[in-house]
C-alpha cells in the first residue's frame, strides 16, 4: 500500500521560516517525482511545487517562487518545503504527493500528483 | 494560468440520484483532467484520471467522460459514502489547477 505522510506544520510568525517534510512507503521512492499542494480552511486546492525524481528539476507557482524550496534526499526518501518569508495568506494544510508516472514511463504523459498524505496545518500568525 | 470551473458549488441529492458535476477549462486540456473526492480532515482520493479511466478501488457508479475545454462527473446512484466535496483538476500544463470545488451533500 502506497502512504505519504507530511510533517512539520507549526504556528510560525508573519516573516519567520518552517520547513515541512514528506515521506513516502510502499513504492520505490527515488522513481517518483513528488508534488506539493496547499489548501486554505475551508478553500479550494492550490498546487505550491514539484520536483523530479532524483531533484534535478523544480517547478513553482508563482505565489511562491523565491520564498519557497522543494528538495529531496532520496537516501532518506523524504522531500522537503523550506518556507520563507511566510505571510498570513500562507495558513493552510499542506499536502504532499506522489506523482503518477515513475522515472522509466515512456508515456510521455504531464506530471501530476495522484496520492496524497493527510496534510500538516501550517498556521502564520502573530 | 489555465483557469478551472466547476458548478454547481453545492448539490443536495437524495441516495441512489444521479449526480452529474461539470467542469469546464479556460483552454484546452486535452484528457489530462483528474477528479478528486475530498472527506473533511482527508487527504483528496483521485476518483478519475486522465479524464475517463476509474482508480482502482472506486466503485462503477463513478464515471468521467469529455475532452478539451468541458468535463463532466457523474454518480449514477449516490449512496451516503459519496458525501464529500469533489475537484477537477489539469495537469496539461504547470501550474497544475484545480476547480473550486463542489460539495455534496444528501437531502
Known amino acids: 500500500e502506497v502512504l505519504v505522510e507530511e510533517s512539520g506544520g507549526d504556528v510560525v510568525r508573519p516573516g519567520g521560516s518552517l520547513r515541512l517534510s514528506c515521506t513516502g512507503t510502499?513504492?520505490?521512492?527515488?522513481?517518483?517525482?513528488m508534488h506539493w499542494v496547499r489548501q486554505a480552511p475551508g478553500k479550494s486546492l492550490e498546487w505550491l511545487s514539484f520536483i523530479n525524481w532524483d531533484g534535478s528539476s523544480t517547478f513553482y507557482v508563482d505565489s511562491v517562487k523565491g520564498r519557497f524550496t522543494v528538495s529531496r534526499d532520496n537516501r532518506k526518501s523524504f522531500v522537503y518545503l523550506q518556507m520563507n518569508d511566510l505571510r498570513r495568506e500562507d495558513t493552510a494544510f499542506y499536502f504532499c504527493?506522489?506523482?503518477?508516472?515513475?522515472?522509466?514511463?515512456?508515456?510521455?504523459?504531464?506530471?501530476?500528483?495522484?496520492?496524497w498524505g493527510q496534510g500538516t496545518l501550517v498556521i502564520v500568525s502573530s | 494560468d489555465i483557469q478551472m470551473t466547476q458548478s454547481p458549488s453545492s448539490l443536495s441529492a437524495s441516495v441512489g440520484d444521479r449526480v452529474t458535476i461539470t467542469c469546464q477549462a479556460s483552454?484546452?486540456?486535452?484528457?489530462?483532467l483528474n477528479w478528486y473526492q475530498q472527506k473533511p480532515g482527508k487527504g483528496p482520493k483521485v476518483v478519475i484520471y486522465?479524464?475517463?479511466n476509474l482508480e482502482t478501488g472506486v466503485p462503477p457508479r463513478f464515471s468521467g467522460s469529455g475532452s478539451g475545454t468541458d468535463f463532466t462527473l457523474t454518480i449514477t446512484s449516490l449512496q451516503p459514502e459519496d458525501i464529500a466535496t469533489y475537484y477537477c483538476q489539469q495537469y496539461v500544463n504547470l501550474p497544475i489547477t484545480f476547480g473550486q470545488g463542489t460539495r455534496l451533500e444528501i437531502k
Open positions: 504527493a506522489k506523482d503518477s508516472m515513475s522515472k522509466g514511463d515512456s508515456s510521455g504523459y504531464p506530471p501530476t500528483p495522484i496520492e
Open positions: 486522465d479524464t475517463s
Open positions: 483552454q484546452d486540456v486535452n484528457i489530462f
Open positions: 510502499g513504492f520505490t521512492f527515488d522513481d517518483y517525482a
